[in-house]
């Protein structure tokens, strides 16, 4: 047993660095499930096809119209000009003087409106730069701005967020993207206040060191507006009206909103217990078919919109569908690696130790999807990993103490966006790349705003909600 423990560990510690290294995700989790095969005695061919496939399988049926029509919205939004256009509208009115709250709020508003994560990263960053420059701010804090604005209160802690780090605790808990509203609207306050301060405070501190933005400590980066992050070019139509660009997202939540909260709940869904449909309930779907029908519905008006332009709108789409393949791959294949880890024998003695530290299903859940997220490098994979082993045991835990599932799935959902961007982690890695820094020069920032500050919110409301109930 000891030997098999050794194996999860070292399985974790080969992924860790061969994420590191660059190794997609989608070679490395297969090599890494293979070292905690070996170690358990545990036949390797049988469990990679048994297994991990299947586990990788199940995800990509389960996501894939999330990943799918999330990347042909992201590109729409890019190739009409829309995603531009509202940075520089945001921008307009903020100013130029508060250029870290200006990337924070335009990125903030593009995530929460349904656009993918990293097709803001390439939206944001050529505009930052530009916001930067002029207010003469030290770059390096870049990547820290924009992964404000992306990477955590808008992926997890506001009600209602189309990101898929807010849907998957509903497929386990049986609540919807709204659940744990007073919860998530403290924590999203909590941390974009939080890590607007330490932003701003850094700016002071490095400038009075005599850091500018040409300063040598901030190597000059790449990229440019019409650069997609991989070096193509990117040709974008101009938006005649500066509200319009607003549409898509102002559909994707009002859809969401209107399908969660009163169009699903007054139907009758009765025929899902059929034996064809899985004999599932509306509650174990709710979040995710809202969602998808807000980011189909922001795309039909994104085509509405710009018919003139259909060519260009088609090949959005048609670049949209490429580029959703490697992301739900390379998440499926973590998913696929925690399956194979959860089938040794070992995995038990280290699932009944999470159980067996005697606290709360809520800090039992939040405890065991942060350190998957953090091992993983992946919000959506760690926490996906977690609870496809622990999930059914949490929620019996959580109705045994009378903790409510909203507050489970919005707390959940929230540790899920703390240790995930660790230096290893691929958003982390990507977001560097974009704005031509390293970790050396910008990590310290993105840590904190990402990581220090959200899992300091998360025990806190942990805590707060153990206390008074949830809210």
Known sequence: MALGIIGIVTSLLLLITLAYRGVPVILA????????????????????????????????????????????????????????????????????RSAIAATIVTSALMTYGGVSL????????????????????????????????????????????????????????????????????????????????????RRTALIRRGESFDSPESARAVGGASDDGAGNQVTTLAPANHLIPFLPLLTVFAVNFACT????????????????????????????????????AAILVLVALNFRQLATVWTGCVDGAKRSMLPIFSTASEVGYGAVVASVAAFAVVRDSVFGLGVSALWTSVLSVSITAGLTGSSSGGMTIALNALGDDLRT?????????????????????????????????????????????????????????PVFVVIALVSLVSVVGSF
């Open 29 to 96: 989790a297969p090599l890494a499930s293979a070292v905690a095969v070996v170690f358990s005695g545990a036949p390797i061919l049988a469990s990679y096809t048994e297994i991990f496939m299947p586990a990788m399988a199940g995800f990509v049926g389960s996501w894939f119209p999330v990943f799918l029509f999330g990347a042909i919205f992201g590109v729409l939004m890019t190739v009409t000009g829309y995603a531009e256009s509202i940075a520089r509208t945001v921008t307009k009115l903020v100013g130029s």
């Open 397 to 453: 835990m959580a109705e045994q103490e009378g903790v409510s599932m909203e507050a489970m799935h919005r707390l959940t959902a929230m540790a899920a966006g703390g240790l995930d961007t660790l230096p290893h982690s691929g958003a982390v890695v990507t977001l560097l790349i974009v704005c031509g820094l390293t970790h050396r020069q910008s990590y310290k920032d993105l840590g904190v705003v990402t990581l220090v500050i």
């Open 118 to 201: 990293f097709v803001v990263a390439f939206v944001m960053y050529p505009l930052a730069r530009e916001l930067f420059r002029v207010a003469d701010i030290p770059r390096r804090l870049i990547p820290a701005t924009i992964a404000l604005g992306i990477f955590t209160f808008t992926m997890t802690a506001l009600p209602g967020s189309p990101q898929l780090q807010n849907i998957i605790p509903g497929q386990f808990f049986g609540t919807g993207s709204f659940a744990g509203a007073g919860t998530g609207l403290l924590g999203g306050a909590l941390i974009f206040g939080l890590g607007l301060l330490w932003l701003e405070y």
């Open 261 to 296: 909260l009163i169009i699903f709940p007054a139907l009758d869904w009765s025929y899902l217990a059929d034996e064809k449909f899985g004999g599932i309930t509306i509650d174990q779907r709710l979040g995710l078919w809202a969602v998808l029908l807000g980011i189909i």
